[in-house]
């Protein structure tokens, strides 16, 4: 395995997405220097968030993210070339370090299924994947969960939200969500899993469908909280 690694490394070699230097044999999708320099999103700035994003809502009864965004930093090279330069890995190995972080903080909460946030498949045939399903995986590898891929639907095609206001963000991702089937949703505590949670509207109106189907708990978890 490691001559194999080797090999490949010698002649593809592997580019963090951030500093552009070469990736250690050890290394998985981002250097170490890059990952010790992005700002973790601690509790009381998880708190915070959860509060101004979540709670009026009654929707997500539990929220944890890993970072936070910050522009023209680390974060936003490596979640652009997670979303839009076919860097996907970057997902699965980010998710693992989630999937620790939920292990110690959601223990007590105990989801039954971990939901990605779908993309409408329009975006998904131009991306080539849903990068949140790669986040899911990562998740996965240290919670051990069911990936529900199939019982919510995104049916509205919607434009990039990044220049939208709260209230824009909320009239654009409305009505954005089908449940397909609650066979596998109903009564059951879901967590969602997003790549970036800015005001919270995608992931609340993702929950707000699943609750009005029976799921009996909505939590989420995002690589990372912007503003
Ligand atoms: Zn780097």
């Keep these: 395995m490691q001559l194999l690694s080797e090999f490949f490394d010698f002649f593809l070699p592997r580019i963090c997405p951030s500093c552009k230097n070469k990736l250690e044999l050890n290394e998985r999708s981002v250097c170490s220097a890059c990952l010790d320099k992005i700002l973790p999103a601690d509790p009381t700035r998880i708190r915070f968030e959860y509060q101004k994003k979540f709670l009026t ?8 993210s890993l970072y936070v965004f910050e522009k023209d930093k680390e974060l936003q090279k490596i979640i652009h070339a997670m979303k839009y330069e076919n860097n996907f890995r970057i997902g699965e190995t980010l998710g693992k370090l989630l999937g ?25 045939s131009e991306r080539g994947y849903n990068q949140s399903f790669y986040i899911a995986k990562g998740v996965n590898r240290k919670l051990n969960l069911a990936i529900d891929e199939r019982s919510v639907k ?8 990044t220049s939208m206001n709260i209230h824009e963000r909320e009239k654009n991702i409305a009505r954005a969500f089908r449940v397909k089937s609650t066979n596998n949703i109903s009564g059951k505590h879901i967590l969602i899993i997003d790549d970036v949670i800015t005001t919270g509207a995608t992931v609340s109106e993702c929950g707000s469908v699943l609750l009005e189907n029976g799921a009996a708990k909505v939590y989420a978890a995002s690589l990372a909280i912007a503003d």
Excluded at 57 to 64: E, N
């Design 57 to 64: 809502k009654g929707i997500i009864s539990g929220f944890t």
């Design 100 to 124: 620790d972080k939920l292990r110690n903080e959601f223990s007590n909460q105990n989801p039954d299924l971990i939901l990605p946030v779908p993309l409408h498949h329009l975006k998904k």
């Design 154 to 161: 995104r049916i509205k095609y919607t434009e990039t939200q």
